[in-house]
């Protein structure tokens, strides 16, 4: 493959990669958002036990995104920033405010696989890539959301 063929291969690869990490970084700002809208209007039996992991949730996105625009930022990406590009590149919907706690954890587990899946194509399109700290990152990430997804799954019995 000649100099210019492999540039060109090698920029195609990142800026898919680009795609990628700005899909996740706008689905982890929804889904900040979601799960904030669900601290503050989860009730019932369980509303300290929900109210806290929430929180604990909310904060847990909030790292992950940053880290994720970061990232792009250090492979000389652009990370969106803006609400519009969120939610024009978002595959993870907004809360309705009228769900009930199990409709509030069930979408949760949802929208993590929806990131997992997101995560899995990043860590592809690293690989190809050859950018092994992108790969690692995003297996991380996917490790501790198929932790929480286990988890919720146990709470929904």
């Known amino acids: 493959m000649a100099k210019a063929d492999a540039k060109s291969t090698s920029k195609t690869k990142t800026s898919g990669?680009?795609?990628?990490?700005?899909?996740q970084i706008a689905n982890l700002n929804v889904l900040y958002v979601k799960i904030h809208n669900y601290h503050w209007y989860v009730k019932g039996n369980n509303f300290f036990t929900l109210h806290v992991k929430f929180e604990e949730l909310y904060?847990?996105?909030?790292?992950?995104?940053?880290?994720?625009?970061?990232?792009?930022?250090?492979?000389?990406?652009?990370?969106?920033?803006t609400l519009?590009?969120?939610?024009?590149?978002?595959?993870?919907?907004?809360?309705t405010g009228k769900e009930d706690p199990n409709a509030m954890v069930q979408n949760l587990i949802e929208d993590f696989a929806t990131?997992?899946?997101?995560?899995?194509?990043?860590?592809?399109?690293?690989?190809?890539?050859?950018?092994?700290?992108?790969?690692?990152l995003l297996t991380g990430f996917k490790g501790e959301l198929e932790k929480h997804m286990w988890m919720l799954r146990s709470y929904l019995g």
Do not use: H
């Not at 990669?17 to 899909?23: C, I, K, Y």
């Not at 990131?115 to 690692?136: C, K, M, N, V």
């Open 115 to 136: 990131l997992s899946e997101s995560f899995s194509e990043g860590i592809e399109l690293a690989d190809q890539a050859e950018d092994e700290a992108t790969s690692d």
């Open 59 to 81: 904060n847990e996105v909030a790292l992950k995104m940053d880290e994720i625009a970061e990232r792009l930022l250090a492979i000389k990406g652009s990370p969106a920033a």
């Open 84 to 95: 519009k590009e969120y939610l024009d590149l978002a595959t993870i919907q907004e809360a």
């Open 17 to 23: 990669l680009e795609q990628v990490l700005n899909q």
